[in-house]
């Protein structure tokens, strides 16, 4: 069934969009992710120009999520703060037209800028470099400056929710997988993560002494736009602290085409630090922690989409996971 829309909502955001009254629009929706459509058509002005338009509108639900139970309405906290000012022309965000909250808040409406750019597959590896020099530049400058705004922003995520993200994510099942007799995964991946376990909170406490910045929290790269030398961050709704470099984990490992995982490595990390020791002094930190954030937030998920493409005897699915764990079991090497 055809999603309905609220016409006088519409009418009014791309009466914003356009610099127009508009009275009157046709349009075409079409779901491009869940809860995300993207909305075309031509609006009627009031004196009679027709104009052709695209708009993206997102609803976003109350989490049922133990580890970020806030995550449904954040993206709808940001836009109505301030952060706005705190972003530049090299890494901005999609304008919002129109924001709103149901009376119960347990659901928020978006309205969006269409972005048109290089995103997904489509973004190279030189891409990747700039993409990670500009995040590091932002979180360098606000690292320094320490802007007041930043103490105005309602409802970011806490620093530690990653960490619980990898308890989350180690189900009992999973758990017991790696470290049984039929598992079929090669044992020294299979080590890896035992060794991860182990030393958890090791791992998590020598995290905790890098620099705390603001982040994004979800750059993957479908979420990542590059447009003419730009760097457009969509889906804000996981904003929060988070640990220096973590972003850069999961521009490297989310979903990426291991093929090209070490060459984003080799290209992005050092351009992120090159960025953020534009505004801050990072000469002391010696230990950057990528791997092991890398493995912490992603390990155990690669697990799981291992088991259940074994169960729907998935081959290519299987190779793809295994492939991936194996490139981030090299990524040691690399650091």
Aim: contains cysteine.
């Amino acid at each position: 069934m055809k999603k309905s829309i609220n016409s006088e909502t519409l009418i009014s955001v791309l009466s914003k969009i356009l610099s127009k009254t508009v009275f009157h629009t046709d349009y075409e929706i079409e779901e491009i992710k869940d809860k995300v459509w993207i909305i075309t058509g031509t609006a009627e002005t009031d004196n009679k120009d027709k104009l052709p338009y695209k708009v993206l509108f997102k609803i976003a639900e109350k989490a049922n999520c133990p580890v970020d139970p806030d995550t449904g309405r954040r993206e709808y906290d940001v836009y109505k703060s301030d952060f706005s000012t705190l972003l530049t022309d090299a890494l901005r965000w999609p304008e919002c037209y129109h924001a709103e909250i149901n009376k119960e808040e347990t659901e928020t409406q978006l309205w969006f800028e269409y972005i048109d750019g290089v995103t997904g597959d489509d973004l190279t590896v030189d891409m990747f470099e700039s993409i990670a020099y500009e995040i590091g530049r932002f979180q360098g400058k606000l690292y320094t400056e320490q802007p007041p705004v930043l103490q105005t922003i309602p409802n970011l995520s806490k620093p530690d929710i990653k960490k619980g993200y990898y308890y989350l994510n180690r189900t009992q099942e999973r758990y017991d997988y790696i470290r049984s007799e039929n598992c079929d995964i090669p044992k020294h991946i299979c080590k890896m993560f035992i060794d991860m376990d182990e030393s958890a909170d090791q791992w998590w406490s020598r995290i905790e002494q890098l620099p705390l910045v603001l982040c994004h929290r979800d750059v993957w790269m479908e979420n990542v736009y590059y447009s003419d030398g730009k760097i457009i961050l969509v889906d804000w709704d996981t904003i929060g602290w988070g640990y220096l470099g973590e972003g850069i984990a999961n521009l490297i490992v989310d979903e990426a085409d291991f093929n090209y995982m070490h060459d984003r490595y080799r290209k992005c990390v050092p351009a992120y630090y090159k960025g953020f020791s534009e505004y801050a002094d990072v000469s002391e930190v010696s230990d950057t922690c990528i791997f092991e954030m890398a493995l912490f937030m992603y390990g155990y998920k690669l697990v799981g989409w291992y088991m259940d493409a074994s169960e729907a005897s998935l081959d290519w699915a299987k190779e793809l996971n295994l492939n991936t764990m194996q490139k981030i079991y090299e990524m040691k090497k690399l650091i």
